[in-house]
C-alpha cells in the first residue's frame, strides 16, 4: 500500500500522545508535555491530510465499481476481491485514519454504503447484498 508508512506514523503518534497524556498525571510539567502533545497533533495533521488527498477522486471511483455490485448475492470470495480492490484504490489499509480495523464492514461504513448480510446454511461464511448508499451528513 502506497499510504502504510503514514498510517504506521499516524498510530505511533497517537500511541505517544496517550502515553504524554498517561505520564502528564504522574509528573509535574504539564506545559511541557502540552507543547509536545500540540505538537505531536500538528504532525499528525499533516499526515492525515496527506493520507486523505485523494479521497474524493478514488470515492468516486470505488462508487462506480460498487454501483455494479448492487443487489448481487457477494460471497466470500467476492468480499475479499472487493475489499482489496477498494484498498488498492485508496491505497491504504484501514479505512479511517489512527484506527486497526481494515476489514470490509469498515469500508462500507466509511463509504456510506447500506448493506445486508445473510446468514448463508452449511457455511461460516455470510453472504453480502450491497443495497445502496447513504447521503453524506456534514
Not at 22 to 30: D, P
Not at 40 to 53: A, F, I, M, P, T
Not at 62 to 73: A, G, N, Q, S
Not at 80 to 106: C, H, M, P, S, W
Request: overall charge neutral; proline content about 2%.
Amino acid at each position: 500500500m502506497k499510504s502504510s508508512a503514514i498510517e504506521k506514523r499516524i498510530v505511533k503518534i497517537d500511541q505517544a500522545v496517550q502515553a504524554m497524556n498517561i505520564a502528564k498525571k504522574y509528573l509535574t510539567n504539564h506545559d511541557e508535555i502540552k507543547a509536545v502533545v500540540l505538537e505531536l497533533n500538528r504532525e499528525r495533521q499533516l499526515l492525515v491530510n496527506d493520507l486523505y488527498r485523494d479521497d474524493k477522486q478514488n470515492y468516486t471511483t470505488v462508487r462506480e465499481h460498487l454501483e455494479t455490485l448492487i443487489d448481487k448475492p457477494l460471497d466470500a470470495t467476492m468480499q475479499k476481491e472487493l475489499l482489496e480492490y477498494i484498498k488498492e484504490v485508496f491505497g491504504r489499509q484501514a479505512a479511517t485514519d489512527g484506527k486497526t480495523a481494515t476489514g470490509l464492514n469498515a469500508w462500507l461504513k466509511k463509504l456510506n454504503v447500506t448493506c445486508e448480510w445473510k446468514t448463508t446454511p452449511d457455511s461460516d461464511w455470510a453472504t453480502l447484498v450491497l443495497t445502496g448508499f447513504k447521503p453524506f451528513q456534514n
